[in-house]
Structure formats: C-alpha cells, structure tokens
C-alpha cells in the first residue's frame, strides 16, 4: 500500500476511486488528483436558511422544507408537469416541474425535502417552479452549502464530491501557490490554498463567491502575464526584411470575381503598414462570419510570397483546411506552388510535402495541426496566418513561430468571434486589431426566430420546405447524450426526427465523442451534398462554408451564450438564398427569453457581444482567446471586468518590474511559473531571437 499520495498521482489512488471510477472521471478530463482539486463546481446550493412554508410570500426567493404528501401528473400548456406537494407543521406548498421526468423518479410520499425558488401564487395555492431541491437522506448528512460539479453518466455530483472532499483532506497541502501571498492579499482575494478549500467546501455561499473570485484573478492573471511576456519577446526578436513588393498581391484584388468592402480595404493597408515597417507584424483579423476575412489573409500571404518568404496557413480541422486549399485553387490559381499538411496524409505524400518545405519549393502550405509537430522544417518562414485562431492554444500560437530559422515570422491570427470593445484591450493586449466591421454587399442576414418547444414542428416543417428546394440543414443540440438534464441530446435528436418530422431525408450526426475520421468523413459529405442534415453539437462552430444550407435549429436555444448562438447562426445565409435560423426554447425565464429575441433584432456580431457581455460577464469571451480549457474555467467562476481589469493592471505591473531589472523574487517566481506553464515554447522563442 502506498503510504502518500501526490498531485500527479492518478486518482486511482485515493481511496473510494476503482478502475470503474477512475475511468467516468477520465471522461470528465480528470487523470490526476490535480485535475480533480481543478475541477471546480459550477454553481452551489444554498439551504441554510429555511423559512417555514407559513411565511412564504408569493415573489420570495426561500428554501423550504417539507415532507412530500401528494405527487401527480397534471396537464398544462407547457406541456406534462409534474405537482409535488410538501407539507411543514399544516401548510401545503407545490413543487412544479414541467417535461423533467426524472424528478418524478426520485421523489416518493413521506420523504423529506428542501427545495429552494421563487413563490408564485396560482390558482392552485403556492407554488414553486423548478426549484433547486433535494432529498433529506437521514443515514447522509450533507452540509447546508451543496457544490454542484458537471458529471457524467454514473456518476452523481455528490459521488464526485465526496472523492473531492477525499483529495482535500489528503493533497490540499501539497498544491504550491502560484501567486504572491502578499497580492492577493492586499486586493482582498483568499489565500490560494484556502481558494482551493473554499471553492469545495464552503462554509457559506458568500466564502464560495470569493473562493471563485480568487479563481478568476489568479487565471486571468496568468494568461496576461503569458501574452504580456510574449509580447515583449516579439518585439524584441528579429523579423523577415521589410516586405517592399505588393505587385503580385495588388493583382491578386483586381483579379477577384468582386470588389473589396471598404473594411477588407482597411484591414489590409493595416497590414501592409506593418509588413513594411520593419517590426514583426503581430496582428488580430475580427470579423463576423462571413464578412469576407479570407482574401485579407491571401492577400497576406501571397506578400509574403513575392517578398521571397514562405507562408502558413493554419486552420483547427481538415475540412476547414481543405476548404482554404480550394479557395486558393480558385482565386490565386497555379503561379504560386502550394502545398497541403494534415493528419490524414499518406506517409509518402507526407514526405514529399516536407521536403518540398524544407527546400522552399512550396511557397504557401496550408493544414492543420500537423504544421506545428517537430520534424516540419520551414526554408523561409515568413508569414503565419491563423484562422479560428481561438481553436488554438497560446501554446501552439507560439509553436509556428518557433522555428530553426534566425527570424520569427510576422503573424497574423483571424478570429469570428466579435469581441466587445471593452475587452478588446485585455483579452489581445499582445495583438495589434483590424476589424472587419461590415458584410460583403447583397448579402442577406438569416431570418431568426425564437420558438417555444411546443412549436417545433413549424421549425422542422420549413427544415423539410427547404430540403425540397434542395437544400440542406444543421439541427444543433446542447449535449451529446441524454444525462441527467433535459437538455436535448444530439444522438436522441437525430433518432428521432429521423422517425419523425423529418422522416426521409439524409441525416448526419456529428459530435466531438466521434473518431476524428467519422467527424472528418461526415463533414465531406455534408459539403458534398450527400447529407441532407446534420446533427451536431456545436462542433460545426468552425468556419465551415456549406452555402447550400439555408436552414438552422438550434435546440433548447437557452443554453448557448448568445455569442455561440450568433456564431452558430453565420453557418447558415452563406448563400444567395434566404435563410432561416430557429432558436427553440422551453424555458420559462422571461430573462432567457428576452435574451434571445435580442437575435431576433440584430445580426451585428458586435452587438450581440455587448450584449452578452452585460448578461453573462468577460468569462466566455476568454473562450476565444484560449483553447476551451480556460472558456469553460472562467465562465463558470463568472469573471468580473473588475477582476479582469485587477489581473490585468498586476500582469502589467509585473512584467514592467522585472523587465526594468526591479523585480522582486516573488515577481521573478511567478513569471518563471507562468513560462513554465507555457512551456518549452517560451525557451525556444527567446532562443530564436
Ligand atoms: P469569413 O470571414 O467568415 O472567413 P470568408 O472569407 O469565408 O468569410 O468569405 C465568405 C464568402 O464571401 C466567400 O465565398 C468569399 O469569397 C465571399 N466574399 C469575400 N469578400 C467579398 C466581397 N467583398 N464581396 C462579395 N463576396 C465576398
Ligand atoms: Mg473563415
């Protein structure tokens, strides 16, 4: 038996935790008892103060305890729901829940209850809808403070906490802060370790808030100091000559089937400025969906090209890749060699695109990820060009521009995701911003609609109008398999419309649980026109361009950030044709409706971000910025821009000192840290200045 335990022990090793275990919590993301303690709850259950049902008053916000005394089945507009009534010392009070069966399966006459919610008063008595709740279990004494974690199937959010509460009690104190004691301290955020305890186990919800506050700060804090530094480093490195050729670029625009918007115009004098001014060009590309993003990154390249340097385009997925690889066919045609590199290539074609590389014969190399492994050696790299770069880790950013060459190559990085202005400084303190702010003429924005779960089938009805015509459709769904939420599931939706209202036409599923070969497989032949509809989840987020399809359904629209939903949306209107998007949505929130019918109103990408900026907070948006890891992360422990800005001001500070040679141990731990966490990278990049 093993006597201690370590942070990078598997969590096979903590007691309670089988094979069986061990393997749900691997789903999850969770190998180590470090990914364990990292794996936060996204919300907590408050039953510390129970007010007796007498003195609920309709539009209360209580907990409440009772013992159930009638369940049944009612009929209702919002379809089954489900009536269960709790009773404390006479007082009868129901809990109401509309089409969530597996309540009904856990409730049973006499068993004792806490339910949390707001109070309404109907015809029927008091009532609260959809409360948080759960069953006193006499033989399990639960604290009144309740963290709830994402779980998976066969394993509950107790379970999880109870391994949670093992690893604490066995590793809390081996965890190393990060963070200078003295900062956090100063700004009023808990100590690092206590952060760990208190996000766990919080002795109140107030304590869990400042647990997650501390969270946020030390993440965001390290992000900033990981761009700042980087920043740093490319300004101080060598770049390729100042371009001075742009005939063949210049040519490349005349040539195009259609004029430039005056915003691609802007993006490319931004930089063309910069490829001629001798600093390496480290710049941001935003633009909606379709706002034509693609020829400013061509025009990039092919400067490049004729500057006598080689380009890069890196794309998140190979159907995006190849997509580009088409573009290119079409719009720069045969004078410049290209070449293509994904995981999928043959290893004979595979060899011959590397020494093609290596020997400069190809001047513009399109692909994936497997650009950035070791073993492709670049002739001359002097451009990267990044699409959807916020598929892409900071880490993998950097790996492009680490090379064997003496010079970093300029980098430009596109994203679709519209950012606030507000954030635009913190979230890319390290890029210079062009942003594309308006669409290519004639075209026409989708027609939103946002509908109630009872009127799906006048969705899926225009769905079938539009297969008729001959196109195609996304149908894109919350989660992938049915869990213990009502969420619409991917695998159940395709089953069922197939039986159903879409009985007959070709549909696909996607999702990220399939082999990559299935997912690659299935997207080509949705391009291909082989699939009529696809189900997915939000996996076809990635720029895919299938302009034939002209209809969208987002099921249980309410779940998705109104950013993802409008991302989601630019899927479709690609085209020539009218196109349609339907965010359907049973809930019963005012607030989560009114929040969708905001889509309905616009399709400014821009504004829908400060729109979502106000109603979910900065967390998300570091989603776009960092590969999904920190989106998650941060979202749940609901980053503040006053945080935000506090991370960011000691990032500044920090950096400042030690780059003026003032920095004290402390500062030069964490940066080290921070370097460390970004790992080699970082080393090579100073190297290759
Ligand atoms: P995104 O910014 O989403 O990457 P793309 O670059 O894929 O958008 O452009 C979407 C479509 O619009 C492409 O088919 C492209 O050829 C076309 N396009 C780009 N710029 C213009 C323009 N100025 N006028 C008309 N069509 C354009
Ligand atoms: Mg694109």
Redesign the pocket.
């Known amino acids: 038996m093993r006597s201690s335990i370590s942070l990078d022990d598997s969590v096979r090793y903590l007691k309670g935790v089988g094979p069986k275990k061990a393997g749900l919590l691997a789903g999850l993301g969770i190998i180590t008892v470090r990914d364990l303690l990292n794996h936060f709850p996204f919300r907590v259950d408050d039953f510390s103060k129970v007010t007796s049902i007498a003195l609920a008053r309709p539009g209360d916000e209580v907990t409440v305890q009772g013992t159930v005394v009638a369940l049944s089945f009612v009929p209702s507009q919002r379809g089954r729901a489900l009536r269960v009534g709790i009773s404390d010392g006479g007082h009868v009070l129901h809990l109401v829940w509309y089409n969530t069966p597996y309540v009904y399966q856990n409730l049973r006459k006499g068993q004792m209850v806490l339910a949390s919610g707001r109070v309404e008063w109907r015809r029927n008595g008091l009532e609260m809808a959809h409360p948080i709740w759960r069953v006193e279990d006499e033989a399990v004494e639960k604290g009144p403070i309740v963290p709830i974690y994402h779980v998976t199937r066969g394993l509950t959010s107790s379970a999880l906490h109870k391994i949670i509460g093992e690893a604490l009690g066995q590793c809390l104190m081996l965890l190393e802060p990060d963070v200078p004691r003295d900062m956090l301290r100063r700004l009023g955020y808990l100590g690092e370790l206590e952060a760990y305890r208190a996000i766990h186990a919080p002795q109140s919800a107030l304590e869990w808030n400042k647990a997650r506050k501390t969270h946020a700060f030390r993440e965001v804090l390290y992000l900033q100091i990981g761009l700042m530094s980087m920043r740093e480093e490319v300004q101080r490195s060598k770049g390729p000559e100042k371009f001075a050729r742009f005939r063949m670029s210049d040519e490349f625009v005349r040539g195009l089937p259609?004029?430039?918007?005056g915003a691609?115009k802007r993006a490319i004098e931004d930089l063309r400025r910069d490829l001629t001014s001798g600093r390496v060009m480290n710049r941001l590309l935003q633009?909606?969906?379709?706002?034509?993003?693609?020829?400013v990154a061509l025009y990039a390249l092919l400067t490049a090209v004729e500057n006598g340097y080689q380009g890069a385009f890196l794309a998140p997925t190979e159907v995006l890749a190849e997509q580009h690889r088409r573009t290119i066919e079409q719009l720069v045609g045969t004078g410049v060699a290209c070449g293509f590199l994904s995981g999928s290539l043959g290893a004979k074609e595979k060899r011959r695109t590397l020494e093609g590389l290596a020997r400069g014969d190809i001047q513009i190399l399109v692909g994936t990820h497997a650009m950035l492994e070791p073993g492709v050696t670049w002739g001359n790299l002097g451009l990267v060009v990044t699409d959807e770069q916020h598929r892409f880790g900071v880490k993998q950013r950097l790996a492009l521009t680490v090379s064997s060459q003496s010079f970093v190559p300029h980098v430009l990085v596109?994203s679709?995701t519209p950012i606030p202005r507000s954030l635009a400084l913190t979230l890319y303190g390290d890029l210079d911003i062009s942003i594309?702010d308006a669409m290519?003429?004639g075209r026409m924005a989708p027609k939103t609609s946002v509908l109630a779960g009872s009127k799906r089938h006048l969705a899926y009805k225009k769905v079938m109008d539009q297969l008729t015509f001959g196109h195609q459709a996304y149908v894109v769904c919350p989660v992938i398999r049915e869990g213990k939420t009502s969420r619409k599931a991917a695998e159940i939706v395709k089953d069922e419309l197939q039986a159903g209202y879409l009985e007959g036409a070709r549909i696909g599923l996607l999702h990220g649980s399939l082999p990559k070969r299935q997912v690659d497989e299935t997207m080509k032949q949705f391009v291909a026109g082989t699939i009529d509809v696809l189900v997915s989840t939000t996996v076809v987020e990635v720029?895919v361009?299938v302009e034939n399809a002209t209809c969208m359904v987002v099921e249980d629209a309410d779940s998705f950030g109104l950013a993802s939903l409008h991302q989601l949306r630019?899927r479709v209107g690609?085209g020539q044709a009218q196109s349609y998007c339907f965010l359907i949505s049973s809930s019963q929130s005012p607030q989560s409706l009114k929040r969708l019918l905001a889509l309905e109103r616009t399709s400014d990408g821009f504004q829908v971000a400060e729109l979502d900026l106000e109603q979910r907070g900065p967390g998300q948006f570091f989603g776009s910025r960092q590969s999904g890891e920190s989106e998650t992360r941060l979202s749940n422990l609901s980053l503040s821009l006053e945080t935000l800005q506090e991370a960011r001001e000691q990032a500044r500070l920090t950096v400042c000192r030690v780059s003026e040679g003032l920095g004290t141990p402390a500062d030069l731990g964490l940066l080290n840290r921070v370097k460390n966490k970004y790992g080699d990278s970082f080393a090579a990049y100073s190297m290759s200045r």
């Open positions: 259609f004029r430039l918007t691609q633009g909606d969906v379709g706002s034509g993003k693609t020829v596109m679709a594309i290519p003429e720029g361009d630019g690609r």
